[in-house]
């Protein structure tokens, strides 16, 4: 840490925890300006030692001055930003799904879980619904088929009670 910007402005440990505390309530997107702001007036516009004396990241300092000096407050919120789901992309997919293969499903032996076991992989699936009439291009891949299956309920194993138990020999 530069010391001598920061014992130069007399600003103690005290105050800069309090500076932080009050940056972190402000909201997005002027939390950035601020930053910016708190960097040019107490650490003389140096954002390298504002990152290393408050722990801010550095980039996004730099777009709060760019929008200090324009005005124009830059749009780039990417918690916004998601690539939809399948079932959003094609929202018919779990109702024939069900209708496939729900009268193939078994619940759990022990009617401990709500989940039902399908003796059909994923891939089968998938087959299954470009049979019905789905676009090839249109369908989700095959893992992603198998992550729908899970959120739907859905677990492709092999139900316990169809496997064979195994011959044990007794110990004398």
């Not at 005290?14 to 650490?43: E, G, H, S, Y």
């Not at 929008?67 to 018919?92: F, N, Q």
């Amino acid at each position: 840490m530069n010391v001598s910007v920061v014992a130069r402005k007399g600003l103690d440990e005290d105050t800069l925890a309090l500076v932080q505390r009050l940056v972190a309530m402000i909201p997005w997107p002027f939390d950035r300006q601020a930053k910016a702001d708190v960097a040019a007036t107490l650490l003389d516009g140096r954002l390298r030692l504002a990152e290393k004396v408050f722990g801010w990241g550095r980039e996004s300092m730099e777009v709060g001055v760019q929008e200090l000096r324009t005005g124009i407050v830059c749009e780039g919120d990417t918690s916004t930003r998601r690539k939809p789901r399948a079932e959003e992309r094609l929202p018919d997919l779990q109702r024939d799904i069900h209708e496939l293969f729900d009268s193939q499903s078994q619940a759990d032996s022990r009617l401990g879980t709500t989940l039902r076991y399908l003796n059909a992989s994923a891939a089968a699936v998938r087959e299954a619904l470009v049979s019905k009439g789905y676009a090839e291009a249109e369908l989700p891949s095959v893992r992603t088929i198998s992550n729908l299956l899970n959120r739907m309920g859905y677990r492709l194993r092999t139900v316990i009670k169809a496997k064979p138990q195994k011959k044990r020999q007794k110990q004398t």
